[in-house]
């Protein structure tokens, strides 16, 4: 009994080690954070994030991805307004968005979000990436492709 069980256990091992060493397309895209910052802090310009979608009337549910352009201070008791790019394409779950930001191959929605920043960090959301805005960022357009 004892000369089945050593064979199999560096059997099992190898096997653990071979697929753990694999490599796979769902895990492509950029590190997602096990969680946001509870303040909103991470949410600067130029921060690529994706928040979970549950809209309006359709109840389109997934994660999208905005780009901040900017963040618009606002005294107390107001707080600092955002400024986003929110893209059409949505993932299933924040992995399935960071493989999407990854491919870049992403149409912009809605040029310019404005959020107060108090509201926005209520949603699940994590901040994938950051990346300087530029000028074509600020001049996006509806339906336009995203340029990396």
């Known amino acids: 009994m004892r000369c089945i069980r050593l064979p ?4 099992a091992a190898a096997l653990a080690t071979a697929v753990t060493g694999c490599k ?19 949410l600067v310009a130029g921060a690529i994030v994706a928040a979970v979608e549950k809209g309006g009337a359709v109840q389109n549910e997934g994660v999208r991805l905005y780009k901040v352009v900017d963040a618009v201070y606002f005294p107390p008791p107001m707080s600092d307004e955002l400024v986003m790019i929110a893209f059409k394409e949505t993932g299933l779950d924040f992995r399935a968005a960071a493989t999407l930001w990854a491919h870049g191959k992403l149409t912009v ?10 509201i926005f960090r209520t949603r699940d959301y994590r901040v994938l990436a950051n990346e300087p805005v530029t000028e074509a960022d600020k001049s996006a357009k509806a339906d336009a492709p995203r340029n990396p």
């Open 8 to 11: 199999f256990l560096v059997l």
């Open 24 to 42: 796979s397309e769902v895990g492509e895209g950029p590190p997602v954070p096990a969680s946001s910052d509870p303040e909103g802090k991470d």
């Open 109 to 118: 929605g809605l040029p310019q979000v404005r959020v107060q920043r108090h």
